[in-house]
């Protein structure tokens, strides 16, 4: 049955007078899943209209108001989990487990938002501890919301990644102007369904799909949006940064996260690390690991421990549980292949891998990969992982810091000074010593730097992103 997407503003559902929709493609199915509006402009100011308005008493709301109808989100979307987990299923090509867990990590993330929002508290200053200050002065320090939020999501997480930024806008009274990756649109509707189930005010969230070359710069500069928070490509995320002017930003981008592997490493730990962290989902995450730097004296080794990880992962269709699954759509896979080719064109060796049918790219691993390769430098979101032999931590250090990209880094080995040493030099918004690259727990602060970003993420920091501090000074009589 395919799935005829609406618009929701001002609290209702409806079809876009532009008449016109866009048709949304599984990645696996190959066949039409559904249609999405093509919002016009004019109903993009209408939408905003509607968003200034309902903000306004949303931010008069009592905090425990504001909550208890997150926490009935939280709970509309986990009693509709499996209609949602399909949905993102069919529309992003995500196993149904990984699909499910999305939604209750939502759910999860939801629910710690309200917590942390509850227990977050101002400050209050006196006067007297500046020089020729007085204790009549007195400071009281808040944060307030910033207004309406304009929440970019990406196809991969179409459900949580908009989630958590549109629960932290919500808990801190702002409202939000949510528009979803097309590829994704379908999921993020389920999303809003719940939502709406919710009983929220109406025009407090409003969801707005269509064309880019319509929208994108539209949204993007529209004087009824207070902030913007986006998750999704580099090249995207530098544009809209050009475009927003005195408008505070979030940007999640890219990454080309290494997996540094030391000679003193715990091998076998490493191998599975750096499977997992490089193909769950076929690597279609910003924090996917993009390349490994190992110590040339352990090189062999490892290669060989990946080589027989990769060829136990499962490859084909998501309704099967695969790990490998058909990427986004044919574009996607022909970079990816072009990037493999550059690299085999160039010497590198093709351990296992490098078959394709369609949109399917099984798990590939490179070695003896090369800094003149563009696979050693280019993010392929898709399973292809070059293999960079070292010889030292000084040449570890220079090649990963000389991506453009800085969202994390692995450190494998059992020596933690060194780790710790590494790390330091390592510029990454976070570095995970022993363990995959990934944005969770999500309370933790994600964050990236150069290429991969500004500003953070992970729940507080998005509650303090989306606010502003607000100082209102009493002069007593004393
Ligand atoms: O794709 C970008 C996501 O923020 C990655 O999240 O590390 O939980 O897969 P993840």
């Not at 977050?120 to 200050?133: A, C, L, N, Q």
């Not at 494998?412 to 995970?432: H, L, M, P, R, S």
Request: hydrophobic share 40%.
């Amino acid at each position: 049955m395919l799935l005829a997407g609406e618009l929701y503003i001002n609290g209702e559902w409806k079809k876009s007078k532009s008449g016109q929709t866009i048709e949304i493609t599984s990645p696996y199915l190959y066949e039409p899943i559904g249609n999405v509006q093509a919002i016009t402009q004019k109903e993009v100011d209408e939408a905003i209209d509607f968003a200034q308005a309902a903000q306004k008493e949303w931010a008069q709301t009592s905090l425990q108001q504001r909550a208890s109808h997150l926490y009935k989100w939280a709970d509309a979307l986990l009693a509709n989990q499996e209609k949602i987990a399909t949905v993102i299923m069919h529309e992003v090509g995500k196993s149904l487990k990984d699909a499910k867990s999305e939604v209750t990590r939502t759910a999860d993330f939801i629910r710690y938002t309200v917590e942390e929002a509850l227990h977050m508290h101002g400050e209050s200053m006196r006067g007297d501890s500046f020089p020729g200050g007085s204790k009549s002065k007195v400071a009281i320090v808040e944060r307030v919301p910033l207004g309406v939020v304009l929440a970019i999501s990406p196809f991969n997480y179409p459900v949580n990644l908009a989630a958590s930024k549109l629960a932290p806008a919500l808990i801190a009274g702002n409202a939000v102007i949510f528009k979803p990756a097309t590829q994704g649109a379908l999921s993020g509707t389920k999303m809003i369904e719940a939502l709406h189930q919710a009983g929220f005010p109406k025009g407090l969230v409003n969801l707005v799909t269509g064309k880019g070359s319509v929208i994108g710069d539209y949204l993007v500069e529209h004087k009824g949006i207070n902030m913007i928070s986006f998750t999704g490509g580099t090249d995207t995320g530098l544009h809209l940064a050009k475009k927003s002017a005195m408008v505070p930003l979030v940007l999640e981008l890219g990454g080309k996260d290494p997996g540094i592997v030391r000679q003193d490493a715990d091998l076998q730990e490493a191998a599975k690390q750096i499977i997992s962290g490089a193909f769950s989902y076929s690597g279609q995450r910003c924090t996917a690991i993009k390349r490994v730097l190992v110590h040339e004296s352990v090189a062999d080794e490892l290669v060989a421990l990946l080589k027989g990880e990769i060829e136990q992962l499962v490859v084909g269709s998501p309704e099967n549980g695969s790990t490998i699954v058909p990427l986004i759509d044919d574009k996607s896979a022909n970079f990816v292949q072009g990037l493999i080719d550059d690299a085999v064109n160039k010497g590198a060796v093709v351990v296992t891998g490098n078959q394709r049918k369609q949109n399917l790219i099984h798990p590939t691993l490179l070695d003896h990969v090369t800094e003149e390769m563009r696979l050693a430098w280019e993010e392929p979101f898709g399973p292809a992982l070059p293999i960079i032999r070292v010889s030292s931590d000084e040449q570890v250090i220079a090649i990963a810091n000389a991506s453009e990209f800085g969202l994390q880094a692995s450190i494998f080995t059992k020596d933690i000074d060194k780790a710790f040493a590494i790390a330091n030099q390592i510029e990454a918004g976070a570095v995970q010593i022993n363990g995959r690259t990934e944005r969770g727990p999500d309370h933790f602060p994600f964050i990236g730097t150069k290429g991969s970003g500004m500003g953070a993420q992970g729940i507080r920091k998005s509650i303090e992103s989306m606010t502003r501090e607000k100082v209102t000074v009493l002069n007593l009589a004393l």
